[in-house]
């Protein structure tokens, strides 16, 4: 089984910066998307940014020109980097790695909170 271990998260004021990791345990193959979501209190999980397999890079609308997904097949990693933050950006973080065949892995999530 593989897992996703996350990393990075925690409490940064308003205007700071974070950067978020992913890594899984071993090796994967035939990885289609790799991706973060977000989870806020009381809202649906949703979809942050997302980098396909080829190399197209999706981003919330909320996040774009502040966040910054990137990923690395070979060692299947994926970051995100978020710049700019801001209190609505607070929510658990979920690593997600999506494979060709429809097999998802999800990690067991990271907080960030913004807040000064």
């Known amino acids: 089984q593989v897992q996703l271990v996350e990393s990075g998260g925690g409490l940064v004021q308003p205007g700071g910066s974070l950067r978020l990791s992913c890594a899984a345990s071993r090796s994967i193959y035939s990885i289609d998307t790799m991706g973060w979501y977000r989870q806020a209190a009381g809202k649906q999980r949703e979809l942050v940014a997302a980098?396909?397999?080829?190399?197209?890079?999706n981003y919330a609308d909320s996040v774009k020109g502040r966040f910054t997904i990137s990923r690395d097949s070979v060692r299947n990693t994926v970051s995100l980097q978020m710049n700019s933050l801001k209190p609505e950006d607070t929510a658990v973080y979920y690593c997600n790695i999506y494979l060709l065949n429809g097999q998802k892995y999800w990690g067991q999530g990271t907080q960030v909170t913004v807040s000064s």
């Open positions: 980098s396909t397999r080829g190399d197209t890079t």
